[in-house]
């Protein structure tokens, strides 16, 4: 039933960057049924000619075509059982269309810029010494590059307090953030919250780490614990593949609602 999806896939494109094809042209799917129908608006998902709703019984329709194919790909990859838990993009895209907490976008970038005061890398410790120096290692070139990226201050502290973070920081990453559409500061809050900062998030989207990097740094003193201790044998190990797949979905949710091109459209084959 789920092997189909990726065949089935809708696209909607506005009459601006694709005309209306003839009546009878364009590529057609599995039984006669189109792959793509032209009207303007987003890109659907169609499974097994049904079209896919959000928990909220909306229509399941996403701003790029690179986005409807990933997702589509998601629901290729279910067999027997649907495991949504599995199925971050969809989940991401979910969220923005039923706005489930009602947030408009000043709302969303104030709970993003919100995470710096108590952004993981900006809290350290002073003992044991070796994990602070470990930190210092680790997390500083981190900051250091986000204060030359951004030109702020944000610095680091030992108090429980955490960092005092100057206004004028806040107010550059407002105005950062607001360059995003809703979609992706969606995908950003998602990110922000898995690693517990918006400094590491940031990096991750500007493609100054990678997501093994970025998953590091945010489990610094859980991995310095786990060198020190030991690790639980199976326990530590899924929570980390489970880490790296969510800010690895989130990281290209956010840049897949920021692309603005169209992939080459065509009849998608198994």
């Not at 949504?84 to 969809?90: A, G, I, Q, S, V």
């Not at 002073?126 to 951004?150: F, G, S, T």
């Not at 995003?180 to 900062?197: D, F, P, R």
């Amino acid at each position: 039933m789920w092997r189909g999806c990726r065949r089935l896939l809708w696209g909607r494109f506005s009459p601006a960057r694709l005309p209306r094809p003839p009546a009878g042209s364009g590529p057609v799917g599995p039984g006669g049924g189109r792959a793509y129908a032209p009207p303007a608006g987003g890109f659907e998902i169609n499974l097994d000619h049904r079209k896919l709703k959000t928990p909220h019984a909306k229509l399941f329709t996403v701003p790029s075509e690179a986005l409807a194919i990933a997702v589509a790909t998601e629901w290729d990859s279910q067999k027997d059982t649907i495991k949504f838990y599995t199925m971050h993009l969809t989940t991401l895209c979910n969220t923005a269309l039923d706005n489930p907490t009602q947030r408009n976008k000043t709302q969303l970038i104030r709970a993003a810029v919100k995470f710096l005061e108590t952004d993981t890398v900006c809290y350290r410790v002073e003992e044991p010494a070796a994990l602070a120096e470990l930190q210092k290692n680790e997390w500083d070139p981190i900051v250091a590059w986000a204060e030359k990226r951004y030109n702020v201050a944000i610095g680091s502290s030992t108090s429980i307090l955490g960092p005092n973070i100057p206004a004028s920081t806040k107010e550059t990453f407002v105005t950062h953030l607001a360059s995003y559409n809703m979609w992706a500061l969606q995908g950003i809050e998602y990110v922000i919250t898995q690693l517990k900062s918006l400094i590491l998030s940031m990096g991750l989207i500007d493609r100054h780490i990678t997501v093994e990097k970025a998953v590091l740094l945010s489990r610094l003193e859980e991995e310095y614990q786990i060198q020190r201790w030991g690790n639980v044998e199976w326990a530590h190990d899924y929570d980390l593949c489970e880490l790296r797949a969510r800010a690895a979905a989130g990281t290209l949710f956010v840049h897949l609602c920021s692309e603005s091109s169209t992939v080459k459209h065509k009849l998608l084959q198994d």
